[in-house]
């Protein structure tokens, strides 16, 4: 069974930096996509950062310059570093992962996501 977990969030101060951290557990073969989403209340889930397994990286444009996604492939894990941090900034923050790993029924590629970390950033 394929497991992502997410540490990282808290509360900071506007300016300030913050690291996610998502690792994903499990008998894993190959992470083919991983990206963060977020999701501030009252407003849509929104995709934040791309980390294609051919080394691609996307960012949506309210954090270019700011936030740098990374992944560790030895410790299937990968990162969100987040800088000069905004109050709009502020929500749930989520791993999603398109992992192809061996389970109960064979090789199987399927999306998983995390079960969110909240980060606040105050003014």
């Known amino acids: 069974q394929v497991q992502l977990v997410e540490s990282g969030g808290g509360l900071v101060q506007a300016g300030g930096s913050l690291r996610l951290s998502c690792a994903a557990s499990?008998?894993?073969?190959?992470?083919?996509?991983m990206n963060w989403y977020r999701q501030a209340p009252g407003k849509q889930r929104e995709l934040v950062a791309t980390?294609?397994?051919?080394?691609?990286?996307e960012y949506a444009d309210s954090v270019k310059g700011r936030f740098t996604i990374s992944r560790d492939n030895a410790k299937n894990t990968v990162y969100l570093q987040m800088n000069s941090l905004k109050p709009e900034d502020t929500a749930v923050y989520y791993c999603?992962?398109?992992?192809?790993?061996?389970?109960?029924?064979?090789?199987?590629?399927?999306?998983?996501w995390g079960q969110g970390t909240q980060v606040t950033v105050s003014s």
């Open positions: 499990g008998i894993i073969i190959s992470i083919n996509i």
């Open positions: 999603n992962g398109n992992i192809t790993a061996r389970q109960s029924l064979g090789v199987i590629r399927a999306d998983y």
């Open positions: 980390f294609t397994r051919g080394g691609s990286i």
